[in-house]
């Protein structure tokens, strides 16, 4: 059974930093491309970062610079460390998992900036 854990999210004041972790289990996470995607309310659900198999990492432009995607295969876990937070970074924050035809989500972390 493929689960996707994500858990660091929070609320934080605009300029603050969160780092939220996804742990995988029931994958072979290292030859999987894992990605964050974010969904506002009323909006569609976009791309936030990638990481490739040989870490390549690709990011939305709205968050090149303040947010950095890594991941640890020993840990079977990737994270996506979020500085200079803004209030349109608020979102429900999901991890990917995919390679090949298999494409597996998590349940999602809320991320909220306010003041």
């Known amino acids: 059974q493929v689960q996707l854990v994500e858990s660091g999210g929070g609320l934080v004041q605009p300029g603050g930093s969160l780092k939220l972790s996804c742990a995988a289990s029931g994958i072979i996470f290292k030859r999987y491309t894992m990605g964050w995607y974010r969904q506002a309310p009323g909006k569609q659900r976009e791309l936030v970062a990638t990481i490739t198999s040989d870490e390549s990492t690709n990011y939305a432009d709205s968050v090149k610079g303040r947010f950095t995607i890594s991941r640890d295969n020993a840990k079977n876990t990737v994270y996506l460390q979020m500085n200079s937070l803004v209030p349109e970074d608020t979102a429900v924050y999901y991890c990917?998992?995919?390679?090949?035809?298999?494409?597996?989500w998590g349940q999602g972390a809320q991320v909220s900036v306010s003041s």
């Open positions: 990917n998992a995919k390679y090949i035809v298999s494409n597996f």
